[in-house]
């Protein structure tokens, strides 16, 4: 059937506050992910008290702020406060907290693992192996006002590896 010219416009401006109305909703279900690349290395110290004290020291070499509940020696586990970097440009600021863990790792098994998690020099008989993973959170500043803390409003990003990579290069 033929329709008349007055309801085409209303059918049109329905389906235009139909799609007005449900954008919200299809916008915030499309929620951005962010990628974790966490990083690990087999790390040889004398004993466990030793790789504690050196991990703690190469962290605050990047700058991360150590808190008392942060770090876990028990569980071994580290959580850094944010080391920010505030801008003056929108999404130019951002802010990193590392995130640190290790295990022991039996003689027999460190020769299974990958190449480029094993040390840049020789294993030796007579130290402890570690499997130590490091993982930098990474978060911008979306405000307008990035050089004032305040106002931030920040935002997930993807990890930082780098800075990761860094942390394991201290040890």
């Known amino acids: 059937p033929m329709t008349s010219r007055s309801t085409l416009p209303r059918r049109a401006l329905s389906v235009a506050l139909l799609a007005l109305a449900l954008a919200p909703a299809l916008l915030t279900s499309c929620k951005a992910t962010t990628r974790k690349y966490p990083q690990t290395r087999l790390v040889q110290a004398n004993n466990e008290s030793d790789l504690w004290s050196s991990l703690i020291s190469a962290l605050r070499k990047e700058r991360f702020k150590m808190s008392p509940s942060g770090a876990n020696e028990t569980e071994r586990t580290i959580e850094t406060g944010w080391f ?88």
């Open 84 to 171: 920010t970097s505030l801008a003056p440009y929108k999404g130019a600021g951002y802010r990193l907290r590392a995130h640190a863990s290790y295990r022991k790792m039996p003689a027999d098994q460190v020769g299974g693992l990958p190449e480029e998690q094993l040390p840049l020099g020789e294993l030796r008989d007579d130290l402890e192996s570690f499997l130590v993973t490091v993982r930098v959170e990474k978060e911008r500043n979306d405000s307008m006002r990035g050089l004032q803390p305040e106002y931030a409003k920040w935002a997930p990003e993807d990890d930082d590896p780098n800075s990761a990579k860094r942390v394991l290069l201290h040890l």
